[in-house]
């Protein structure tokens, strides 16, 4: 006997023009580019068009791994009321280089809405995020904040947000070195995660430009707990895959401000982890549906590299996606928009009807 074969929830969308998105992209850009509301967020959420006059309302938290304080911050529209139906929980990790508000919650005066916390709020998210261990305006434990650090962090953090929203599992999505910090989390805590996003990921590295020049010093890294981070080196984030056009310089030196006032020192953990110990991520141990984003121009890894990570995944709910005029900064990149869509997409995909 046969039986019919659902068609399949995962998909490769690859290439620069994104043709495969078809035209359902292409008629919410205009919104997307604005951060206006979707019909509705996803299923326990209330339709963001409904609360489109609502404010956003916004909470600090702290989280305690051992005697460190974890800074944590959560928008969404309105604030809690008792007895609300629960709101989808949306969990944002930070990379390398810059703490949680300026990754997530940027604010550039006069060139359009960076933040991707108040773009998902209107979607009608619970958006959070939290600054690890010696980044921002969390404390410190003088580790070098790698990936098996940030682990213990976002452990601590996510039973925050179980606390204070009643959700047991929700999204994640991480960027740069933050999507291994969630693919590692997913792999340790795999019951809280709903569905995960990995944007700028790197699998096993092989033949990205970026971690070929980190390891030039990389005896460095293994001696420091911190490296320098100061305005020139910000700047060469967006310029470094030799993609510039693609970012407005005004969000470098926004970027700069808003991390310069916590010093000029960060962790070197995540540079360690990833010019020495790739793979941190093992694709057979993720468990949930996975969604992969990758910027056309992004040096931190081939696609070649992700392809090899997304053969492997369990899971048949995956896609992996290649953002057309986007180097590694995918948040950042005046082609953002089209990154708020895929993901939305991908955190409001419809059940299957078979499994």
């Known amino acids: 006997m046969t039986t019919q074969q659902p068609i399949a929830r995962r998909s490769v969308i690859a ?4 043709g495969v998105l078809g035209a359902g992209l292409m008629s919410t850009l205009a919104r997307a580019q604005t951060g206006a509301a979707p019909a509705a967020a996803t299923s326990g959420a209330a339709p963001a068009t409904a609360q489109a006059d609502a404010e956003i309302w916004s909470q600090e938290y702290t989280a305690k791994k051992g005697d460190v304080p974890l800074n944590m911050w959560r928008k969404r529209l309105g604030a809690p009321k008792a007895g609300e139906a629960p709101r989808p929980v949306l969990f944002l990790v930070h990379g390398s280089s810059n703490s949680a508000r300026s990754s997530y919650d940027l604010d550039v ?23 690890h261990d010696g ?12 990936i098996a650090s940030s682990v213990e962090d976002l452990k601590a953090g ?10 047991q599992k929700f999204h994640m999505c991480g960027s ?9 989390f997913a792999m340790a805590r795999p019951e ?8 700028a990921f790197t699998y096993k590295g092989t033949g990205a430009p970026t971690l070929r020049q980190r390891a030039e010093r990389l005896e460095y890294y293994r001696t420091h707990n911190r490296r320098l981070r100061d305005r020139e080196m910000i700047r060469s984030i967006f310029t470094r895959d030799g993609h510039a056009s693609g970012y407005d310089p ?15 020192q960060i962790p070197t953990g995540t540079y360690l982890d990833m010019t020495a110990n790739l793979p941190l991520v093992h694709p057979e141990q993720v468990k949930s549906p996975v969604l992969l984003i990758r910027g056309e121009h992004d040096g931190i890894a081939t696609v070649t590299d992700l392809q090899e990570f997304y053969a492997k995944l369990p899971n048949g709910d995956r896609q992996f996606v290649i953002l057309p005029g986007v180097a590694h900064s995918v948040g950042w990149a005046k082609n953002r928009h089209l990154y708020w ?11 299957g009807v078979t499994t």
């Open 135 to 146: 980044y921002g305006r969390s404390g410190s434990s003088g580790n070098n904040s790698d």
């Open 250 to 264: 005004a969000v470098a030196d926004a970027v700069a401000d808003a991390e310069l006032k916590f010093g000029d």
């Open 176 to 184: 740069s070195s933050g999507a291994i910090r969630a693919g590692a």
């Open 158 to 167: 996510t039973e925050v947000v179980v606390r204070e929203t009643g959700q």
């Open 109 to 131: 005066p006069g060139r359009g809405d960076y933040s991707l916390m108040n773009v998902f709020a209107r979607y009608g998210f619970d958006v959070w995020t939290m600054d």
């Open 192 to 199: 809280r995660v709903d569905r995960l996003v990995l944007v």
């Open 15 to 18: 290439g620069a023009g994104m």
């Open 341 to 351: 869509h895929t993901l939305h997409a991908f955190l409001t995909m419809p059940p």
